[in-house]
T-cell receptor
């Protein structure tokens, strides 16, 4: 699976958009970008995934660059409950489904 | 609530002992995964079962074993426990073996402390 690089930590003001970047310069054509988050010691939670088009759901938006070498997860109106570690994961669609977690980004939403 | 249940929530035991962690997947999910999260290693994939059969192995020690039963619940057995086995153990489930919407639903975890 392709390796990802994320900043170790970020801060965001409550109510503002949180933009979390992820670099995946070695991504292959059949690899998807997934985002999960883990709120302090709870089980990780799926957020969103995409291949090459931008995606949006009720939780977040995912912007993938045209060359697919990087992506940004956007939480449009961050709340205190969004404080968590966010993991960007790149994996092939049919790699057996295992998730390879990196170190992620600790997002802290401040009041 | 993800729909995945894990028991027990906490487990404290001594070195050399054996423990069993239990996981019940979401209703209808056929795939079960086990992950270990320790302070120094982060979240690591251990093993996957699909409809009762082992499908993938990750960084699982030989002292660890797992199985998935006909009712689809799974157990992770850890034996000859060492201090370094202290960690959070998560179970996750998904509907299919591998599909475009590879959403895994994680349980709340079992915190294992080896003294």
């Amino acid at each position: 699976d392709a390796k990802t690089t994320q900043p170790p930590s970020m801060d965001c003001a409550e109510g503002r958009a949180a933009n979390l970047p992820c670099n995946h310069s070695t991504i292959s054509g059949n690899e998807y970008v997934y985002w999960y988050r883990q709120i302090h010691s709870q089980g990780p939670q799926y957020i969103i995934h995409g291949l090459k088009n931008n995606e949006t759901n009720e939780m977040a938006s995912l912007i993938i660059t045209e060359d697919r070498k990087s992506s940004t997860l956007i939480l449009p109106h961050a709340t205190l409950r969004d404080t968590a570690v966010y993991y960007c994961i790149v994996k092939p669609e049919t790699s057996g489904s295992r998730l390879t977690f990196g170190e992620g980004t600790q997002l802290t939403v401040n009041p | 609530d993800s729909g995945v249940t894990q028991t027990p929530k906490h487990l404290i035991t001594a070195t050399g002992q054996r423990v069993t962690l239990r996981c019940s997947p979401r209703s209808g999910d056929l795939s079960v995964y086990w992950y270990q999260q320790s302070l120094d290693q982060g979240l690591q994939f251990l093993i996957q079962y699909y409809n009762g059969e082992e499908r993938a192995k990750g960084n699982i020690l030989e002292r660890f074993s797992a199985q998935q039963f006909p009712d689809l619940h799974s157990e992770l057995n850890l034996s000859s426990l060492e201090l370094g086995d202290s960690a959070l153990y998560f179970c996750a489930s998904s509907a299919a073996l591998a599909d475009p919407y590879n959403e895994q639903f994680f349980g709340p975890g079992t915190r294992l402390t080896v003294l």
